[in-house]
């Protein structure tokens, strides 16, 4: 049996999204839809003495309502440094700022990247690597797409050679199941619910941040804080 879970690629994504790539054997970046503006694709959040700060990178958008997420370009190559920046002066005093510096600081610094979707991939995997996430990471331009959005999805399923489709539960609102049926694809619903809190800076607790938050925070022992990795 072969599981799956197909979603957008965001950046520098929760905590979350990185437990469901280890829930399941491959995690396919389904960048081949729409760019959506004001959205996870291209921001995040940090926590700060001040509260919950969002990081964005800049997209081109003038003119491009109808772009997908894989044809996004990243519009001013100054937010590198400005988010680095920005990730330092916030967590220099977290445990473990040094260690996950280490190999974060050179992609902010040294890294170009021109397409939004390489940016985000390029991060996942980094951070997969550190979390000793083993799951295939593909994209869904490595298969042939269909038009109709629940057709394409257990399609893609099928290629892959996938029994089980793990989706997040907001999809309840709008995924038939009658595809995944034809094809005899299991859909089982994620649960992001029930996460340990860990020690992070500054008061009060935000589940709702960027998993640099937690390694910053947790370096190695992230892992216990996250139920399909920690195992």
């Keep these: 049996m072969k599981s799956i879970a ?52 800049p997209v081109e958008v003038k003119g491009k309502y109808r772009q997908t997420i894989r044809d996004a370009v990243l519009s001013d190559k100054r937010w590198a440094k400005s988010h680095w920046r920005v990730l330092f002066l916030n967590y220099k005093k977290a445990n473990f700022f040094n260690e996950i510096a280490d190999w974060l600081e050179p992609i902010y610094l040294q890294k170009n990247f021109e397409a939004l979707s390489d940016l985000n991939r390029y991060l996942i995997e980094e951070i997969c ?16 797409l269909l038009n109709d959005r629940n057709e394409r999805l257990a399609s893609i399923c099928e290629q892959a050679g996938a029994t089980c489709y793990i989706s997040g539960p907001a999809a309840k609102v ?16 994620f649960n992001y619910a029930e ?37």
């Design 6 to 57: 197909i979603s957008q690629s965001n950046y520098i994504p929760w905590k979350g999204y990185f437990d469901m790539i280890a829930s399941v054997d491959e995690f396919v970046l389904y960048d081949d839809v729409q760019y959506t503006r004001r959205d996870w694709r291209n921001r995040n959040k940090i926590k700060t003495p001040s509260g919950v700060q969002w990081l964005t990178v």
């Design 129 to 144: 690597g550190y979390l000793g996430i083993k799951t295939v990471i593909s994209s869904s331009s490595d298969y042939f």
């Design 174 to 189: 709008y995924l038939s199941m009658d595809p995944f049926k034809q094809r005899k694809v299991r859909v089982n619903w």
């Design 195 to 231: 996460y340990p809190q860990y020690d992070q800076l500054w008061e009060g607790f935000e589940h709702r941040v960027s998993i640099l938050d937690l390694l910053f925070n947790c370096g190695a022992n992230s892992r216990k804080y996250l139920r399909q990795v920690n195992e």
